[in-house]
């Protein structure tokens, strides 16, 4: 009896695990430790990015764009050359960020869990289907935003830069494919749509390559859809006689030919189709004077069509999140 009167008490049980330091709780939480290698690596090479294109506007502030080779001879430095490389890294890495946001949501963040059944642990602890699906959409469009948002931002105002300098100014346009949706507001348009279309694919297919091909197929096919009408998304502006070139102007001539003697206008691609030697394009085949016509966007048309480009592909992802949302709840009703 004295024996059982001393026996130590039971120790107590373990206190539960505290949570995370970033305060995320539950779904969030788990979803966060699952993807911390590609949140890490995300981080990383956002720093690289950014850090690629301070350091060569830094360089080039010290150096110099030019430097004289002779008796009225300049070139280019090397920190231009430098500066103008990381000016286009950042513009292409905003432009393609949609496209890997797109195969991470679709394979590794949804489809993956669906195909190997690791959404019933989480199913099973409370939480609905369509929280689970809510907390990795938000997530992976938050931390995706604020990249593109970094992105976009580092781009203007290297850009900002650029066009001080004649010699760098001759980078490509702001109505170039690489170059349009990294300055403005539609990198976020599309970093959304890539997220929407990516986790659309997963719920549909539930298997991770086949998921993770169709969203990023989605994702660049409507990107190269919306850079084939967005011309068409402003009324362009009409010109005649010499054109809308000037010093500082930068146009984005959508068409451009010749005014016939009936008034009727004829492009010079269809010049080149009939022989431009013998077309009304080349001086001297008409006996009257040619005159030139052009239908272009000048630079203040950027905003209106980058705000009508977004609301539009805005429009689409919420389309397929809600799609998305329905088709699992369909199957896991």
Not at 6 to 30: I, K, S, Y
Not at 310 to 333: I, N, P, Q, S, Y
Request: glycine content about 8%.
């Amino acid at each position: 009896m004295s024996a059982l009167l001393e026996q130590p008490p039971a120790p107590a049980p373990a206190p539960p695990t505290p949570p995370a330091r970033t305060g995320l709780r539950g779904p969030a939480w788990v979803a966060v430790r699952q993807h911390r290698p590609a949140l890490w690596t995300a981080l990383l090479l956002a720093v690289l990015s950014v850090g690629c294109v301070v350091a060569a506007r830094v360089w080039l502030g010290s150096a110099g764009a030019v430097v004289s080779c002779g008796k009225e001879c300049t070139q280019g430095t090397a920190a231009s050359g430098w500066f103008r490389w990381a000016e286009n890294y950042a513009g292409g890495a905003t432009v393609l960020l949609p496209l890997l946001v797109a195969a991470f949501t679709a394979g590794p963040l949804i489809a993956r869990e669906l195909q190997t059944g690791m959404y019933r642990l989480a199913w099973t602890q409370s939480v609905s289907p369509a929280r689970w699906l809510a907390v990795r959409l938000v997530g992976v469009a938050a931390i995706a935003t604020a990249g593109a948002v970094l992105l976009a931002a580092t781009f203007r105002w290297s850009r900002s830069r650029s066009q001080e300098d004649p010699l760098l100014s001759m980078a490509r346009s702001w109505s170039d494919r690489e170059v349009y949706p990294a300055l403005g507001v539609t990198a976020v348009g599309y970093i959304l749509l890539a997220v929407a279309l990516g986790a659309l694919a997963a719920v549909l297919l539930r298997r991770t390559l086949l998921a993770t091909a169709v969203g990023v197929a989605a994702t660049g096919g409507v990107s190269l859809f919306f850079a084939w009408v967005r011309p068409s998304l402003w009324p362009v502006v009409k010109t005649e006689g010499d054109g809308p070139f000037g010093a500082l102007s930068d146009p984005w001539v959508v068409r451009e030919g010749v005014v016939l003697a009936d008034g009727s206008r004829m492009t010079y691609q269809q010049c080149l189709d009939m022989g431009f030697s013998k077309s009304p394009c080349e001086p001297g085949t008409t006996p009257t004077a040619v005159t030139h016509f052009f239908e272009y966007h000048p630079e203040s048309h950027f905003w209106p069509l980058q705000l009508v480009e977004t609301g539009m592909v805005l429009a689409l992802a919420a389309a397929c999140v809600f799609a998305a949302f329905k088709v699992l709840g369909r199957r896991h009703a």
